[in-house]
């Protein structure tokens, strides 16, 4: 077990030996004060009154916080709070905690806080006698000669005892006999042990061997005792023993010394020859089973060698018995002691113990502040047993010292949670040895938050652009912002500031989240309304008092077209009569009128194009495409009309784009006058045109109904093969064209060669297998020419018509067409109307009919 060599001994009574007050210190007032007790006192037993003893105020103590600090793992004492009593908190062995030093002294600290004081204290522990003597082995064997001379002496194995003092091994006795008396000697560090002296010679004859009983007395009250056999077997005589060339050997070695290593080399010499001759070595039987753990003897050379690991932190110093044994049958015996120092080399690294840890540290800590109280040991003595601590530069904390061995931690300068929230301080402790040893403690040292940062963000204003008709509630933007504090410090609110200025529409149409900064927009904002919203943001942090910061959010409102060009003039409302007038003279180039329209929207949205979409003689007049001005293309002539509509597409080139139309009428005349009179005129040509139609439809009318008169007969020859076709005419009502099939087929039915004016093409789907009746009714020379087919099966078909209405329609004009389905039931009739005015003539004209019942189909065609 390792203990300092330079701990204190301090000789003390049962109570108090002396209070004695260490010399003025910088902060603490310290003092040392001494006690003594027995060892193996009972837990709670007082050791002294350590309130009165140092002169404290005993009402205080609780709000101190009074604390025993003490090495090492165990605390053997506590402090009462109430009565200010040290008390004994664990069992103290004292052969436990210092073996066979003596005194055996236990030192600790008393740490009082608010403010902080610390007190040394030490407390010795005194013997009792616990421990009873003990022989390494329960019996003893000796071989004497028979020739050996009175006076001769033979070293006996010797008791041990743990206590110390007069509670140690004392004296030995023997038992009765006739030839031994005991010989009690004290060794070199106080030990005792015994020596068989021969006083009357041995007659192995008569006796051939001995019986004794050695007994052990320590010097207790009532003394403690242990007792040994001694067997003695007499032996003849071998006329010369062994003779040591020195009693006492001595050698030093140092404590890290290799196993193996000779410490010392004893040599004897026996004048007899042969085995009587030959000496063997051996440890006396009185040597400590602790010395033969450490050191081994060679039996042939004797040699002192080291076997196990040496510490001078636990023994110093080392006697050693050894003996000379001749091979004789009658061996004679010959005893030397070797004295071995050990010298203490710097093997153990210092110890750190932190005491006391101020942890977490507000930021706004003064400099100064404690932070932790440390105690530095080091088991070696001299100057590796001096200790010395520091710790790394950089940092705000430093290290002082007021008692030996004993360090402040403690701040010098401010600390700043939001650039290092935790230290962890490396201590080192550094002996003065050769070479040096170190010990490192780490201390952990958090850095508690106070609200000492307003919130942060990344920039002071921010532009926003949102596209106009947004929805209601849509998000426009997150502002961003964060707070380097901590927990609630650092718990950010968001609010809109109200401007007081009259007119403020900010609240009405924007709002933020309290808790993540977003913006929404409440209302659907118009470019053509308001341009900019200019937006401050509160943002707040939840720290006592609060920080805040000021933002500011500009929002744009981006154009979208959303709004169609508006013509100004000619004006939307303006009557038909309005016109405009140009001279029949005019020359090309001419500027007759200028359109003028606006649009609400912006940028490219606003710009404006105008076309001419449609006019009387699209050759006359030119509209500027982005001026709007319309002019005169071309030299007007007389076959010209006199009057010319004009529509003009106004288009603006947003995507997608909107567009308006304006319509203008021109009137080529010199006066206003005769602009009118052209005016009039065109009412009655209309009147006459709309009678003309009603008569023709009147007319194909008449003639329809004559020929449907005509073909009944045929009908009702074909309603008997219509009820055999039954089944297919229920298959065909599945699709519109009818499912093919075996039963199906298709006849197309060309007419023949027509006049140039007409042409016509007449599909039926049936599923006769006779020819189709074709009935064409030639075309009088009149303007109306008619065409007339006879279905002659009686079955559902589809009729698909398609009519050419260019090769119809060639000169301007208006034609009609009329197709009549004929059946057993109502007639389907399908009027058209076709022309080349204001649509594409040659387009053509599709007619699809569907004939319930089997009939004639006729078509009639009007035209000019």
Known sequence: MKRSAGRSRWVTEWQVLSLLFLSGVSEWASAAIRYAIPEETQKGSSVGNVVADLGLELKRLPDRRVRVVSGGGKRYFEADLKSGVLFVKERIDREELCGALSPCTLGFEIVLENPLELYSAAVEIQDINDNDPAFQSSQIRLEVSESVAPG??????????????????????????????????????????????????????????????????????PPRSASVHIHIDVLDANDNAPVFNQTTYRASVRENTRTDTVVVKTSAFDLDAGPNGDIVYSFNSHTAAKVRELFALDSATGELRVKGLLDYEETVFYEIYIQAKDK??????????????????????????????????????????????????????????????FMPIGIPFTLSSSLKNYYTLKTKAALDRELVSEYNITVTARDSGSPSLWAESQISVQVSDINDNPPISPQLSYQVYVAENNLPGALIFNVSAWDPDLNQNSRLS??????????NVVGRYFSISPENGTICALLSLDHEDILEFRITVHVRDGGLPALSTTLTVTVFVTDLNDNAPNVLYPPPNASSLHLEMISPTVSAGHVVTKLVAWDADSGYNAWLSYTLLQATDTSLFSVGLHSGEISIARQLQEGDAPKHTLVILVKDHG??????????TIAVAETAKEAMTDLTDVSPTQDKKKQLTFYLILAVIVVSVAFFVTVIGVSIVQFYKWRQSKEIFSSSRSSLYGTPGPFTRIDAVRGGYVPPNFYQQVYLTT???????????????????????????????????????????????????????????????????????????SAGLQIVSKSPQCGFVSIWWVGK
């Open 152 to 221: 001769a002496r033979f070293p006996l194995e010797s008791a041990q005892d743990p206590d110390v003092g007069s509670n140690s091994l004392q004296t030995y006795h023997l038992s009765a006999n006739q030839h031994f008396v005991l010989n009690v000697k004290t060794g070199g560090d106080g030990s005792k042990y015994a020596e068989l002296v021969l006083e009357k010679e041995l007659d192995r004859e008569e006796q051939p061997e001995l019986q004794l009983v050695l007994t052990a007395l320590d010097g207790g009250s």
């Open 328 to 389: 004789g049958s009658n061996p004679g015996v010959a005893h030397c002691k070797v004295l071995v120092e050990i010298i203490d080399v710097n093997d153990n690294a210092p110890e750190i113990t932190v005491t006391s840890v101020y942890s977490p540290v507000p930021e706004d800590a003064s400099p100064g502040t404690v932070i932790a109280l440390l105690s530095v040991t080091d088991l070696d003595s001299g100057d590796n047993g001096l200790v010395n601590c």
């Open 494 to 503: 968001f609010s809109i500031l109200e401007n007081s200025l009259p007119g």
């Open 767 to 841: 599923d006769s297998r006779q020819s189709d009746l074709l009935c064409t009714k030639p075309f009088a020379p009149s303007p109306t020419g008619s065409r007339q087919n006879t279905v002659k099966n009686c079955e559902l078909g589809l009729y698909h018509q398609r009519i050419d209405t260019a090769s119809r329609c060639p000169a301007p004009g208006e034609c009609l067409g009329l197709i009549i389905v004929y059946g057993s039931e109502l007639p389907q009739f399908s009027l058209w109307s076709v022309g080349n005015k204001g649509s594409p003539h």
């Open 655 to 664: 995507e997608p784009a909107r567009s308006s139309s304006a319509t203008i």
